[in-house]
């Protein structure tokens, strides 16, 4: 069976950082985009970056030129560092990739979610 794990968030000040990890496990084959969104109280889900097995990243323009989404593709993990926090940035962020993994000797093709970490950004 396939998990996202996520760890790294948590309470920042304004302008500060935090680093984000998101690491896949079990009967992997291979992982195409991995990404990360967020979701705010009252708000829908939203995109916040991808990272492709390709190597092309990609970013919502509210946090481009502050967050960066990197991948290590031996660990099956990918990081999302964010800087220059802002109060608005206060969502769950959501660990997201499409896997193919191994299933009853098939291989499967998913969409698998982490279980989410709470970041708040408040002085």
């Known amino acids: 069976q396939v998990q996202l794990v996520e760890s790294g968030g948590g309470l920042v000040q304004p302008g500060g950082s935090l680093r984000l990890s998101c690491a896949a496990s079990g009967s992997i084959f291979s992982i195409n985009t991995m990404a990360w969104y967020r979701q705010a109280p009252g708000k829908q889900r939203e995109l916040v970056a991808t990272?492709?097995?390709?190597?092309?990243?990609n970013y919502a323009d509210s946090v481009k030129g502050r967050f960066t989404i990197s991948r290590d593709n031996a660990k099956n993990t990918v990081y999302l560092q964010m800087n220059s926090l802002k109060p608005e940035d206060t969502a769950v962020y959501y660990c997201?990739?499409?896997?193919?993994?191994?299933?009853?000797?098939?291989?499967?093709?998913?969409?698998?979610w982490g279980q989410g970490t709470q970041v708040t950004v408040s002085s």
């Open positions: 990272f492709t097995n390709g190597g092309s990243t």
């Open positions: 997201n990739a499409g896997i193919l993994s191994w299933r009853l000797g098939r291989l499967n093709s998913d969409d698998y």
